[in-house]
């Protein structure tokens, strides 16, 4: 982190269909261990609604996690279905974002729980005050989650899992007009390495006119830290990653 100027990372919890790959314990640990730099996104057993219930309010209210993070194609059910909407109303009572992921699948797995239309639209429809955060960038439906993000006010997009030299030009534009404020860098680190997506940020969007330098600092580090409520970014670091 510190070789590619990365002062926070969140932390994600993984669960499956009956069992965790990566628990909310196993993150506590991390988190306990460095936590000014290192956030938790607990994840819950969606086949359990009561207890997944009660254990994101404990990792919330008593380990500082900074969000839920479930994966739909993991458990075939898109985010509009009923298992999700108890953690839906915790999440607004805990004014935690709600993180997902957007877009086709890498694993030979059904992509369609992914579509931003219907899926995100509806449940930002249904539950206007939930903060939703759209990872993995959405592709193949790219104007499909930016038009979401446009929309709704409380619906963001994080590019987990994607390299900067391979943002669609519908994200660039957003990011650099009037969806400066929508747009959070990420990484899928260790899927993608931290400091080589920082340098591609600079070398391939920056410097090349692809991303604005005036909105550099939100998408990189500020727009997370706003919607995650993190501590504000420490100098001479100034960035960010999910």
């Known amino acids: 982190m510190d070789e590619a100027g990365i002062s926070h990372m969140c932390m994600s919890a993984w669960h499956r269909p009956g069992r965790a790959t990566f628990s909310n314990e196993d993150v506590a640990e991390y988190t306990r261990a460095f936590p000014d730099r290192i956030f938790g996104l607990a994840s819950v057993d969606l086949h359990d609604p009561v207890n997944a219930v009660k254990e994101l309010e404990h990792y919330v209210k008593v380990e500082g996690f900074k969000g839920l993070r479930i994966v739909p194609w993991l458990w075939s059910l898109p985010p509009t279905g009923p298992h ?64 979401v993000a446009w929309k709704h006010k409380n619906v963001y997009i994080d590019t987990s899992a994607w390299s900067p030299k391979y943002y669609a030009p519908e994200f660039l534009q957003f990011a650099n007009t009037t969806g400066r404020y929508k747009f959070m860098f990420g990484t899928n680190f260790p899927q993608l390495q931290w400091k080589a997506c920082v340098n591609h940020v600079h070398e391939t969007l920056v410097e090349k006119g692809a991303l604005r330098k005036s909105v550099l600092e939100d998408f990189m580090g500020r727009n997370a830290v706003r919607v995650l409520k993190l501590p504000e970014l420490g100098k001479p670091m100034a960035k960010s990653v999910l």
Request: hydrophobic fraction near 40%; proline fraction near 12%.
């Open 84 to 147: 999700y909407w108890p953690l839906f109303v915790k999440c607004i009572e805990l004014d935690i974002p709600f993180l997902t992921q957007v877009g086709h699948t890498g694993p030979l797995c059904p992509s369609e729980v992914g579509r931003p239309i219907p899926y995100i639209d509806t449940i930002a429809l249904k539950f206007p005050d939930l903060k939703i955060i759209c990872g993995h960038i959405g592709w193949p439906w790219a104007g499909d989650t930016v038009s």
